[in-house]
């Protein structure tokens, strides 16, 4: 202090304290991990803590993460096909093996309404689009649209259930059974109350730009976007397309990518540091 060198003060304070200082950093992590862990936050180790501070670039899905991820049935539109319950039985009895948030949802309306279901066989999971195999015998596929509609222009029922998603910003799951677009179930899956609050607050912690990544409809996501505030929305995207929006903003500073399915998880490990949503 006499000499009024700050390097010599420290050098001095390095020799005479060395076990407080080479112990401070991993207690104030380990301290830090375990405040965490107390409020439902799992860290895997400081490394990832650390990088978390260093992040400028915040991805987000929006099932499960942007909105409340609890998603209920509003609606079973048939296409004359099957019968409005028959279609849900079968959607329902197809989604039980599926671990998708929406299917967990059709599942639960199917036993609400005291549907009996079976157990598919030759069940596929096509990812970013939907799953399929048989139910009593029946070929049933349910997922997005693109997969389940044949080419051409839409028919009533299809214009019918867009116009329901657009006025709610619904999510819609379309089935088809035995190659026919047999009708649609539209679900709601309300926006989490504290979501634009949040990113208010992460950009006044230091993210510089958040960006919406998401398998749903271009229309949904942008409605969802405006009014949360994000400033990129990349909609109708695949796990292989959202991999590339990570490592696509990466070249823009340090990447945080938050998500909630087994669709996002390829994108989580990509990005600097994987915040993984547990709703369920």
């Not at 965490?36 to 099932?63: F, H, N, P």
Request: net charge neutral.
């Amino acid at each position: 202090a006499l000499s009024g060198d700050p390097v010599r003060a420290v050098a001095v304070l390095v020799v005479a304290t060395p076990c407080p200082l080479i112990l401070a950093a991993p207690v104030a992590i380990v301290s830090g991990l375990s405040r965490s862990a107390r409020i439902g936050v799992i860290i895997k180790g400081g490394d990832a803590l650390e990088r978390l501070a260093l992040g400028t670039v915040l991805l987000l899905d929006k099932t499960g993460t942007l909105t409340e991820g609890r998603p209920v049935v509003a609606e079973v539109i048939s296409s004359g096909v099957v019968s409005s319950d028959e279609l849900l039985r079968l959607a329902a009895s197809l989604d039980q093996v599926s671990p998708h948030v929406l299917a967990a949802a059709i599942v639960q309306a199917a036993r609400t309404r005291g549907i009996d279901l079976v157990l598919p066989t030759d069940v596929e999971e096509v990812p970013a689009h939907g799953v399929r195999g048989l139910v009593d015998g029946r070929r049933v596929a349910v997922g997005k649209a693109g997969w389940i509609l044949p080419e051409g222009p839409p028919r009533r029922w299809v214009r019918t259930v867009r116009r329901r998603a657009d006025l709610d910003g619904a999510l819609t799951m379309f089935v088809r059974v035995d190659g026919q677009a047999a009708g649609a179930i539209v679900l709601d899956d309300p926006l989490r109350s504290d979501a634009p609050r949040t990113i208010r607050a992460l950009r006044r912690g230091g993210i510089e730009q958040v960006v919406m990544v998401t398998g749903d409809r271009t229309d949904v996501a942008e409605a969802v976007g405006a009014v949360i505030g994000v400033d990129v929305v990349l909609a109708e995207r695949t796990p292989q397309e959202k991999v590339d929006a990570v490592e696509a903003a990466g070249r823009h500073g340090s990447t945080i990518m938050v998500g909630d399915g087994i669709n996002d998880a390829p994108a989580l490990a990509m990005a600097d540091v994987g915040v993984a949503v547990g709703v369920r």
